[in-house]
């Protein structure tokens, strides 16, 4: 393993742009982290180095048989002008998981956690000041065999890049409208539903794009076996509060496992508030709602932390969800994890993780 990370800096800063109007993933800063992977060297030529495009093969394996795991995480910047990364050893333990499913070589996680650490403070004046603003920061790994035989490649390259983002809801917390899709599925059992890979997204691509022209933000899918129990939301992962508990899809291989999810969970919990992870099928979920039990329900996931849901429609059927409004837990949870992030509320759990003023060689 590689204990060394090499820097070289930008001789041409870009300029920055406009922290009014960040749209999620347009700006990328000035540097990025890269290493390569070799069979029998592991990985290696740990280097930060200026943003650039890569030069690949057209052969690549990633390029026509998707081999490719990701991560999503967000360094937040505090009112004293501390930067923090929110349980980014969580990231490092599911990317590892990602990486097994997808016959992909292992990654020491402290070590690209210093290594991101790195790369954050290198980039630090690109992390936006504003309220409820913040840096992405997106790990990713690929296969870079150049040849088209199908097998697990013999070399990779891990890339962390970074990009500033705006608040998610500039004008306050608005619920979307969402689609429970019954013809599509987005994962099986056996499948890659737990994996953070590239593959999983673009076999969601058609239902999202059906989705949003019937006037819907995202899909929620149900199982790929049934399609009778709910799974999660786009790439969030869903909670119902059904007479004063709150219910949430158990994982169960075919389920993203949520770090905004667990958390939430933890809170939950700390607050005495029942939390139950179980099956949860779409006809209870009907039922519920005619009967008035289902108070709230929210999607949860990094990029938004919470989504709340005002409206969803199965096959014919409408639910309204709290009049279309965020409901009372849904902007508790908001506010607490947002402000653990932010450094606004003490952190009891020990979640947030400090990027200090390294030796930047
Ligand atoms: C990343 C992701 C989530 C949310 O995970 P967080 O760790 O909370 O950001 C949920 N579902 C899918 C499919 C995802 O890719």
Redesign the pocket.
Known sequence: MVNQITIEKTKKPKEKPNQDHLEFGHNFTDHMFLMDYTEGKGWHDARILPYAPLSLDPSTMVLHYGQAVFE?LKAYRTEEDKILLFRPNK?MERLNLSNERLSIPPIDGEFIIQAIKELVHIDKDWIPTKEGTSLYIRPFIIATDATLGVHPSHSYLFLVILSPVGAYYPEGIKPVKINVESGYVRAVRGGTGFA?TAG?YASSLKAQEDAEKNGYSQVLWLDGIEQKYIE?VG???VFFKINGEVVTPALNGSI?N????DSIIHLLKEWDIPVIERKVSVEELYGAHVNGALEEAFG????AVISPIGELSWMDKKMTINNGEIGELSQKLYDTITGIQNGKIEDKFGWTVEVEAINVK
């Open positions: 999503g990231n953070k999983n999660e790439s969030m992962n993203l949520g770090i905004t999810r949860t996931g990094t990029a």
